[in-house]
């Protein structure tokens, strides 16, 4: 299986399955002397983290990371950096019925059609496990971005689970990190968790929109053509599981709107120009315009429920599947840090092409 590294200056491989021994990142690019320890690793992965409230998948994995190489006395080196979290509580026989058989939803039956062979135990790569590594990779980028650009500012979010909708009238970043679903709307929360209690108990999942705000970036990152910061912004998102859906900015809702109505009008301001609006979501012609970038998207519905399913297996007879093991009800809620630390590679990743491509000067304006 080929396709396991992502950027291009800021690069990290993620290696390891679902219930193997550990999973990991090697992550590259990393300049050297940005302190970088354990401990700062770790509070991003303690957000992803299983296990942490009655609205997430019971699994009880620890995810403490481990740094192997590429940092002496608490700075990188410049070096390969090696990541590695243990897997501790893998109940790999709550899979085997499904060992010949396709999860509906799930990658199994694609596996199986491209490599003749799949890791049924908990899907393996294709499992939601590997984005620890994913987050571990994004802590390493925080650590960096916070050396280059202290003034910058990652925040993911749930804009949407299921029927329940944000009410952008009691938008409240400072909200997020105080409860289980990363609201920005602290008033919300008991709604959301008397709706997600009642999908449990159906025996169900359902599906959610996450928004990442990018505020402190600077103009200037990314290319025209094939290194668009969007481009690269979408991708990241989209590599997420279970992600079927990117907008940025106004997304999708920009074909409902006029020209007049869509263009984001310019003034001079004391600092520069000045953005009267944002539709564009802090992206122009694929490079950045210093605004906040805001990016959405769309989680499907956990597929592994215990509602019988049809379904066939690899002798090609039909069957009614019920998924046994411990899901997230709402897959969206742990991929809130995960969407962040993504944000967090690509805006790097640009932040080191643009300094080698232009050594960070930019056109004047007054």
Known sequence: MSFNTFGREFRFTTWGESHGPALGATVDGVPPGVELTEEFIQQFLDRRRPG???????????????????VFEGRSTGTPIQLMIENTDQRSKDYGEIATSFRPGHADITYHLKYGLR????????????????VAAGGVAQAVLRALLPDLRITGYMVQMGAMHLDRAKFDLSA????????????????????????????NSVGAAIEVLVQGCPPGLGAPVYAKLDTDLAAAMMSINAVKGVEIGEGMAAAALTGTAN??????????????????????????????????????PTS??????????????ELDLITKGRHDPCVGIRAV??????????????????RAQTGGTRGQIG
């Open 52 to 70: 942490t409230s009655k609205h997430t998948t019971q699994r009880r994995e620890a995810d403490q990371v481990r740094i192997l190489s590429g």
């Open 119 to 134: 890791d049924y135990r908990g899907g393996g790569r294709s499992s939601a496990r590997e984005t620890a590594a994913r």
């Open 176 to 203: 997020v990190p105080g409860n289980p679903f990363f609201l920005p709307d602290a008033t919300a929360v008991e709604a959301w968790s008397d709706y997600l209690d009642g999908i449990r108990k159906d025996q």
């Open 263 to 300: 263009a984001d009008e310019i003034r001079m301001g004391n600092d520069g120009p000045r953005f009267m609006s944002n539709h564009a979501g802090g992206i122009l012609g694929g490079i950045s315009t210093g605004q906040d970038i805001a990016v959405r998207f769309s989680v499907k």
């Open 304 to 317: 592994s429920i215990t509602t019988p399913r049809q379904t066939i297996n690899q002798m090609g007879e």
């Open 337 to 354: 840090p995960v969407a962040e630390a993504m944000a967090a590679c690509v805006i790097l990743d640009h932040l080191l092409m643009d």
